[in-house]
C-alpha cells in the first residue's frame, strides 16, 4: 500500500504557484520523498526528489518539514501543460533496487 | 538524461492471441525493470520484478502464466501477455532503475496501449 496522503484534486490559475501536498507520517530514515506527474495518456515523468532538505531543479522546489511527516511540491509558475496527475511517493534509494509504489496522487488542473 | 523506451505504444489483438511489449534502458545498463498495470481513472499497480538472468517476482493477485516475463540482457525486459482477453484491455508501463549511475530516480517508459477485442 502507498504510505502517502494526498488531496484528489486541486486547481491553479496560469502564471501562479501550485502547492502539492503530501503526507507520510510513517516514512523511516533511510526512505526518501519522490515526486512524479502522469500527462494523460504518458508515463510517469521524473519531477523531484529529497531526504531530508529542501530541494530545488529547473521544474519544480520540494519543501520537507524537519520531522519528514510532510512535504510540498512547488510549482513556481504554473502553466496549462503542468495540467496532470501528481504522485508523491517515499521509498528507499537506489540500492534497494525496489519499485515505487504509487498511490492515488493529486488531480492538478491548470487552468487560464 | 537516462530514457526507457517503450513499443508498441498502442497494439489492438485479437482475443485468445498473444501480444509482446518490450522495454528497453537506451543509455544505461537495468539488472532490474519493474511493469505496472494502470487501468483508467485508476493509478499505476506493479505487476512483477524482471530481473536480469533470473526469473521475474510477481505481486500477489499477477498470473505468471498469463504475464510472461523476460529479462535476457541488461537493457532489455519484455512482457508478453499471453491468450489476451478484453478485460486484459489496459495500459502497461514499465519502469527501470539506473543502478550503476548517480541517480536514485526511476525511468518509465512511454507505456503500451493495450486493447483486447
Known amino acids: 500500500d502507498a504510505k502517502t496522503t494526498q488531496p484528489p484534486s486541486m486547481d491553479c490559475a496560469e502564471g501562479r504557484a501550485a502547492n502539492l501536498p503530501c503526507n507520510h507520517s510513517t516514512i523511516s530514515g533511510n526512505e526518501y520523498v519522490y515526486w512524479y506527474r502522469q500527462i494523460h495518456s504518458q508515463g510517469p515523468q521524473y519531477i523531484i526528489h529529497g531526504l531530508k532538505n529542501n530541494e530545488t531543479n529547473e521544474m519544480a522546489s520540494l519543501i520537507i518539514t524537519e520531522d519528514r511527516k510532510s512535504s510540498t511540491l512547488i510549482l513556481p509558475h504554473a502553466t496549462l501543460r503542468d495540467t496532470a496527475v501528481y504522485y508523491c511517493?517515499?521509498?528507499?534509494?537506489?540500492?534497494?533496487?525496489?519499485?515505487?509504489?504509487f498511490g492515488k496522487g493529486t488531480t492538478l488542473s491548470v487552468s487560464s | 538524461g537516462a530514457v526507457v523506451s517503450q513499443h508498441p505504444s498502442r497494439v489492438i489483438c485479437k482475443s485468445g492471441t498473444s501480444v509482446k511489449i518490450e522495454c528497453r534502458s537506451l543509455d544505461f545498463q537495468a539488472t532490474t525493470m519493474f511493469w505496472y498495470r494502470q487501468f483508467p481513472k485508476q493509478s499505476l499497480m506493479l505487476m512483477a520484478t524482471s530481473n536480469e538472468g533470473s526469473k521475474a517476482t510477481y505481486e500477489q493477485g499477477v498470473e505468471k502464466d498469463k504475464f510472461l516475463i523476460n529479462h535476457a540482457s541488461l537493457t532489455l525486459s519484455t512482457l508478453t501477455v499471453t491468450s489476451a482477453h478484453p478485460e486484459d484491455s489496459s495500459f502497461y508501463i514499465c519502469?527501470?532503475?539506473?543502478?550503476?549511475?548517480?541517480?536514485?530516480?526511476?525511468?518509465f517508459g512511454q507505456g503500451t496501449r493495450l486493447t483486447v477485442v
Open positions: 519502469s527501470a532503475r539506473d543502478l550503476g549511475g548517480s541517480k536514485t530516480e526511476a525511468f
Open positions: 511517493i517515499v521509498s528507499v534509494g537506489i540500492q534497494a533496487g525496489t519499485a515505487l509504489i
